[in-house]
């Protein structure tokens, strides 16, 4: 089985200031790599994935994020945020049994100030 | 656009009650996902289901049982609601390509008096 660790529950940022969100995972086989942001009174919406090849994947919104397997990584960051960025963000894996289940993390809070 | 949708917003029953939650998707995706969301524990699967009339437990399926009866349609029982079920619920449904990504709908905040 897979399991998910956010390393940061709330991180406060100043606008136009740069954010990384850590995330490590467990797995005994590899896996798919996903983030996951949820702002506020909505559901999830997928940022980006990382399933194979490049281990920096850029998704939307100028996020991006870097697969590092011998540190079982995959950390989120923006360069410069915006008060939209505001909102949850979350961890998922999933591992390439075929099974189709996403373990997730606790979930980390950005807030974004101007 | 892949549309998954959630027959309520906000839900108030009593201690007791029988609460059906309802989950319709649009895209002809064979799997669908109920998730519970609380507050530093992240999402949590209660049950999935591969096809029609297909279901499988996920990590907490006590006091929750599913129904698919339609390939879009999911539905999430609570057979005798508790307050320790008042928390926000989503569904959500993957094709299995790519690679397993899952659309979610805007979930469903119940609470339980």
């Known amino acids: 089985a897979q399991s998910v660790t956010q390393l940061d529950s709330q991180v406060p940022v100043f606008e136009e200031a740069p954010v990384e969100l850590r995330c490590n995972y467990s797995s005994s086989v590899s896996v798919y790599l996903f983030w996951y942001v949820q702002y506020p009174n909505q559901g999830l919406q997928l940022l980006l994935k990382y399933l194979s090849g490049s281990t920096l994947v850029k998704g939307i919104n100028g996020f991006e994020a870097e697969f590092n397997k011998s540190q079982t990584s995959f950390h989120l960051r923006k360069p410069s945020v915006h008060i939209s960025d505001t909102a949850e963000y979350f961890c998922?894996?999933?591992?390439?049994?075929?099974?189709?289940?996403?373990?997730f993390g606790a979930g980390t809070t950005v807030t974004v100030r101007a | 656009d892949v549309k998954v949708t959630q027959s309520s917003r906000y839900l108030v029953k009593r201690t007791g009650e029988k609460v059906f939650l309802e989950c319709v998707q649009d895209?002809?995706?064979?799997?669908m996902f109920w998730y519970r969301q609380d507050p530093g524990l992240g999402l949590r699967l209660i049950y999935f289901?591969?096809?029609?009339?297909?279901?499988e437990k996920g990590d907490i399926p006590e006091g929750y049982s599913v129904s698919r009866e339609k390939k879009e349609r999911f539905s999430l029982i609570l057979e005798s609601a508790s307050t320790n079920q008042t928390s926000m619920y989503l569904c959500?449904?993957?094709?299995?390509?790519?690679?397993?990504?899952?659309?979610f709908g805007p979930g469903t905040r119940l609470t339980v008096t």
């Open positions: 998922a894996v999933s591992d390439l049994r075929g099974d189709y289940k996403l373990s």
């Open positions: 895209m002809d995706h064979e799997n």
């Open positions: 959500a449904s993957s094709s299995g390509q790519p690679a397993y990504e899952q659309y």
């Open positions: 289901s591969y096809d029609v009339k297909m279901k």
